[in-house]
């Protein structure tokens, strides 16, 4: 599927470079092109495509630390810039758009909303946000912010694409130092996803295309993508165990949004050299993850890579009633009233985020 990124915010930016670099490494031509939006100058002048500094007026190019709700004003006010910078990107070619951010900040959290709607005034192409929900243990402001922000930008995109930072987590390593990890893991899984999407001429009709992905994500709400590779057999049938247990890894233990297997939608997309990818495979995984997610619209098909592993990719649409996001809510829920309490003595009071920066 053929893309354009805007990365909002400072992890939006560092990921969409690694999305970029994935698919640049990999020679897929999905990423059509990348820019960057943010509030903090220093966040962007590493990033290698146009960037826009928005917000100068109001924040000097500092950031708003964290204060979601100006990070939507600044937004506001500068959408025109940021929509010029897209003038002559976003092309006849162009299938899809995704504004990607980590929920946590205020430069992500709240521009990525008020950019999405926007984007989707102008545009006909679908408008995707990835967007990164904080680890556990990142403090309350980062659920507090994710948490207010996820239900608008559901709202306000074709379809949210959510990763968990404490999916891609590797045991004791602190957050900070394991982002560029995190960043190159998801990047590979919707690098893969994008590609996918992409027609190969001249290959069977079972293999995936954009329309699949879109249809997929085409009830809106929130996705999540599962992944999961293994050593591949030179004979396709041989293979027909590997993709069964690569695509019930990628669902349970290999998303991007842990426990997210309710679903209302789901595309399989089994990746591998075309003559070892066993057809028969792919249709049980797509019936297991029928029979897993309880949707009746599953979809399936194959992505000719030269590899000598398979691997499978797992697209789930409409996962709001899954458990993690459910928790997650609860959690910012407590965020907000907690700090609601401690600083107007009334959690059904509206609270602003610059008192809560005060509070931390
Ligand atoms: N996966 C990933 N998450 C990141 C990265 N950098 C920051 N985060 C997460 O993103 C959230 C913070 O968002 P940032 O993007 O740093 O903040 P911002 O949107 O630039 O907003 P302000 O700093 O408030 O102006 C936290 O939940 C961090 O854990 C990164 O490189 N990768």
Redesign the pocket.
């Known amino acids: 599927m053929k893309t354009v990124l805007i990365g909002?915010?400072?992890?939006?930016g560092?990921?969409t470079a690694a999305l970029q670099s994935f698919d640049q490494q990999m020679g897929f031509g999905a990423v059509l092109d990348a820019v960057g939006v943010?509030?903090?100058k220093t966040?962007l002048q590493s990033l290698p495509f146009e960037t826009v500094l928005i917000g100068q007026d109001r924040v000097n190019g500092h950031?708003?630390?964290?204060?979601n709700e100006l990070?939507a004003e600044v937004m506001e006010s500068d959408k025109t810039e940021v929509m010029s910078a897209l003038d002559g990107r976003v092309t006849a070619k162009t299938e899809s758009i995704f504004v990607v951010?980590?929920l946590?900040?205020?430069?992500?959290?709240g521009g990525a909303p008020v950019l999405a709607k926007a984007l989707r005034r102008v545009y006909d192409i679908p408008v995707y946000v990835l967007g990164?929900l904080?680890?556990e243990d990142?403090g309350a402001m980062?659920q507090v912010n994710a948490g207010r922000s996820l239900k608008t930008i559901a709202r306000e995109s074709d379809a949210v694409l959510l990763?968990d930072?404490d999916a891609f987590r590797s045991s004791g390593e602190s957050?900070r130092a394991g982002?560029d990890a995190?960043?190159d893991a998801?990047a590979k899984r919707v690098g893969l996803l994008l590609a996918a999407g992409e027609a190969v001429e001249g290959v069977g009709e079972s293999v995936v295309d954009s329309s699949e992905l879109i249809n997929t994500l085409r009830a809106g709400g929130i996705a999540a993508l599962g992944y999961a590779s293994a050593e591949a057999s030179d004979v396709a049938e041989e293979n027909i165990n590997a993709v069964m247990s690569t695509t019930r890894r990628a669902v349970l233990t290999g998303t991007s949004l842990p426990d997210a297997s309710t679903a209302d939608s789901a595309l399989v997309v089994v990746a591998g050299r075309p003559e070892v990818v066993p057809r028969k495979g792919v249709e049980r995984a797509r019936r297991w993850v029928e029979d897993e997610t309880g949707s009746t619209q599953v979809r399936g098909g194959d992505f000719p890579l030269e590899s000598g592993r398979l691997a499978s990719l797992v697209l789930l649409g409409g996962v709001e009633r899954s458990g993690r996001v459910e928790s997650f809510m609860e959690r910012a829920r407590e965020a907000i009233e907690e700090a609601d309490t401690v600083v107007r003595g009334d959690p059904t009071e509206q609270w602003a985020n610059d008192e809560l920066e005060d509070l931390l």
């Open positions: 909002v915010g400072q992890a939006g560092k990921l943010n509030t903090a966040d950031g708003v630390g964290g204060d990070g951010a980590g946590g900040g205020g430069s992500g959290s990164i904080p680890g990142e980062y990763v930072n957050m982002y995190i960043n998801i």
